[in-house]
């Protein structure tokens, strides 16, 4: 599939992006309308995503668990407005084993419902608390415009699910799980993303606060990252979740949850790649370095492969992730082009001149063509290809961090607003009314992404009607 070329992403951004998602082997459509199977290579990138989240969340004291996938109907019911937000996108099951059910199931959309169920089970004292499970694994909703992993009827996640004594200890749970997607996306996606507080128009159903992660896309829209949610007792209430403190007075628990989902994998596309495919960064990319063999005949094979399998195994020794590429029915052209649009970061070329001067040519995936080749002694290759790797990862970010900060504007006024939109960010003074927000939202398609939490200080003027604003936002169109 190498050999047929992706429409540019000035051309066809959209098909730019749903021709590479199959072009590089990372999903394909199923059956099922909006419903998608990821490849190998797709799964080994989410692998490296959730291997790194996992080994974070346990830093911390969270375990893993897991739960059912059906949930009964009744228990969307006990929070009103969770049942509200999520109603249009359950699928409900209704007969099992050839016989209706005498309740509906609801194939888990989030499973705030179902593990508060059992927490208020498991939670009788102050003792017992916190509790702090994460849940791997897929969710269903139905989704009627969808995109491979960006939106799918059923994708993958974890979902942090965490009970507290007090509001204050599950308000620093909150943030602590949007530091740690933070961290992940600037260290590991090399993503630059903005945290902050959503409007109560754009927060979870059910939440008292929503906070999230907002990243730039090469087309400028938003896409929401990740979120993590405080609750306060709304679900505690709702599924009777209670313990006796330390004065033995039942109290009702502060809960949170939380969650990135392979929609992420998107984010990676759509901020890194290019027209050429995917560039991935290092610590995510499934295979990091590709090694190509060059030869035209049985001679010079035999001079190149011991060289290419000596390097080989002193780069998976050190724990680079390489892999040869000696196939023989493709060029070395074909495999250049197939290995840049499947975002490997370094290409490894080393020929019977390279053999000859003891030297190997790397050739950098973010920068393409003569600019980003290099030549380098074979002697200590594994140093030489990991620093070439955080060069590599270092410059990613910074290149996308750039993008986003030229793109992001503060207009002087709506009008400005309703232009800066079109392609691009605001970043304005809001009186954070529901009505102002609808109105951006009604002329533009744009909405508000989040309150960041860093903000400059002192007020200004809602840049929609000119009431006295201490807060500015950011309003942008999004996925």
Same mark, same amino acid.
Request: hydrophobic share 40%.
């Given at each position: 599939?190498?050999? *047929?070329?992706?429409?540019?992403?000035? @051309?066809?951004?959209?098909?730019?992006?749903?021709?590479?998602?199959?072009?590089?082997?990372?999903?394909?459509?199923?059956?099922?309308?909006? %419903?998608?199977?990821?490849?190998?290579?797709?799964?080994?990138?989410?692998?490296?995503?959730?291997?790194?989240?996992?080994? !974070?969340?346990?830093? %911390?004291?969270?375990?893993?668990?897991?739960?059912?996938?059906?949930?009964?109907?009744?228990?969307?019911?006990?929070?009103?407005?969770?049942? *509200?937000?999520? =109603?249009?996108?359950? +699928?409900?099951?209704?007969?099992?084993?050839?016989?209706?059910?005498?309740?509906?199931?609801?194939?888990?959309?989030?499973?705030?419902? $179902?593990?508060?169920?059992? #927490?208020?089970?498991?939670?009788? =004292?102050?003792?017992?608390?916190?509790?702090?499970?994460?849940?791997?694994?897929?969710?269903?909703?139905?989704?009627?415009?969808?995109?491979?992993?960006?939106?799918?009827?059923?994708?993958?996640?974890?979902?942090?699910?965490?009970?507290?004594?007090?509001?204050?200890?599950?308000?620093? @749970?909150? #943030?602590?799980?949007?530091?740690?997607?933070?961290?992940?996306?600037?260290?590991?996606?090399?993503?630059?993303?903005?945290?902050?507080?959503?409007?109560?128009?754009?927060?979870?159903?059910?939440?008292?606060?929503?906070?999230?992660?907002?990243?730039?896309?090469?087309?400028?829209?938003?896409?929401?990252?990740?979120?993590?949610?405080?609750?306060?007792?709304?679900?505690?209430?709702?599924?009777?979740?209670?313990?006796?403190?330390?004065?033995?007075?039942?109290?009702?628990? *502060?809960?949170?949850?939380?969650?990135?989902?392979?929609?992420?994998?998107?984010?990676?596309?759509?901020?890194?790649?290019?027209?050429?495919?995917?560039?991935?960064?290092?610590?995510?990319?499934?295979?990091?370095?590709?090694?190509?063999?060059?030869?035209?005949?049985?001679?010079?094979?035999?001079?190149?492969?011991?060289?290419?399998?000596?390097? /080989?195994?002193?780069?998976?020794?050190?724990? $680079?992730?390489?892999?040869?590429?000696?196939?023989?029915?493709?060029?070395?052209?074909?495999? /250049?082009?197939?290995?840049?649009?499947?975002?490997?970061?370094?290409?490894?070329?080393?020929?019977?001149?390279?053999?000859?001067?003891?030297?190997?040519?790397?050739?950098?995936?973010? $920068?393409?063509?003569?600019?980003?080749?290099?030549?380098?002694?074979?002697?200590?290759?594994?140093?030489?290809?990991?620093?070439?790797?955080?060069? $590599?990862?270092?410059?990613?970010?910074?290149?996308?961090?750039?993008?986003?900060? +030229?793109?992001?504007?503060?207009?002087?006024? #709506? @009008?400005?607003?309703?232009?800066?939109?079109?392609?691009?960010?605001?970043?304005?003074?809001?009186? @954070?009314?529901?009505?102002?927000?609808?109105?951006?939202?009604?002329?533009?398609?744009?909405?508000?992404?989040?309150?960041?939490?860093?903000?400059?200080?002192?007020?200004?003027? %809602?840049?929609?009607?000119? !009431?006295?604003?201490?807060?500015?936002?950011?309003?942008?169109?999004? #996925?």
């Amino acid at each position: 599939m190498a050999d *047929e070329k992706l429409p540019t992403q000035k @051309e066809n951004y959209a098909e730019w992006y749903n021709q590479l998602v199959l072009k590089a082997e990372l999903a394909d459509y199923a059956p099922v309308r909006g %419903c998608m199977v990821v490849r190998p290579y797709g799964w080994a990138l989410w692998e490296n995503i959730t291997s790194w989240l996992d080994n !974070e969340f346990k830093a %911390c004291g969270h375990v893993n668990a897991a739960f059912p996938t059906l949930i009964p109907m009744s228990f969307f019911e006990k929070e009103k407005e969770h049942v *509200e937000g999520f =109603s249009p996108e359950l +699928a409900v099951v209704t007969h099992g084993g050839g016989e209706k059910l005498e309740e509906p199931l609801v194939v888990r959309p989030t499973s705030e419902t $179902i593990i508060g169920h059992m #927490y208020a089970k498991w939670i009788k =004292s102050w003792r017992d608390l916190p509790i702090l499970i994460v849940q791997w694994g897929s969710v269903l909703r139905w989704e009627m415009r969808t995109k491979l992993f960006l939106r799918t009827t059923e994708f993958y996640w974890h979902e942090g699910h965490t009970a507290h004594a007090t509001k204050d200890e599950a308000m620093e @749970e909150m #943030y602590r799980i949007l530091d740690i997607y933070e961290k992940f996306c600037l260290e590991e996606a090399a993503i630059p993303v903005i945290k902050g507080t959503k409007s109560d128009t754009e927060r979870f159903a059910g939440a008292q606060i929503t906070t999230s992660i907002e990243a730039m896309m090469w087309d400028k829209r938003a896409l929401q990252s990740g979120t993590s949610h405080y609750f306060g007792p709304n679900f505690s209430k709702a599924f009777d979740i209670q313990y006796l403190d330390q004065g033995n007075t039942l109290q009702y628990c *502060e809960t949170t949850s939380w969650a990135i989902s392979s929609r992420i994998i998107g984010a990676l596309i759509m901020v890194h790649g290019d027209d050429q495919g995917l560039v991935l960064p290092p610590r995510l990319a499934p295979i990091q370095a590709v090694m190509v063999p060059i030869y035209r005949d049985a001679d010079q094979k035999s001079a190149v492969m011991p060289v290419v399998d000596r390097l /080989f195994a002193e780069l998976k020794a050190a724990g $680079i992730r390489v892999k040869v590429d000696d196939r023989e029915e493709v060029t070395p052209g074909f495999k /250049f082009n197939d290995w840049e649009m499947r975002g490997v970061p370094l290409r490894i070329e080393i020929g019977p001149k390279d053999v000859e001067k003891n030297s190997v040519a790397l050739a950098r995936r973010d $920068i393409p063509g003569r600019e980003g080749k290099s030549f380098v002694s074979q002697d200590n290759l594994p140093a030489t290809v990991t620093g070439m790797l955080t060069t $590599i990862q270092a410059a990613l970010l910074a290149k996308a961090t750039a993008f986003r900060d +030229a793109n992001i504007h503060d207009p002087k006024d #709506y @009008e400005e607003l309703k232009q800066v939109v079109e392609d691009g960010w605001a970043y304005s003074w809001w009186c @954070e009314s529901k009505e102002c927000e609808a109105k951006v939202k009604a002329d533009t398609k744009a909405t508000t992404r989040n309150i960041p939490l860093n903000q400059p200080g002192g007020e200004g003027r %809602c840049i929609v009607c000119g !009431e006295k604003a201490t807060r500015k936002v950011y309003f942008a169109k999004a #996925y």
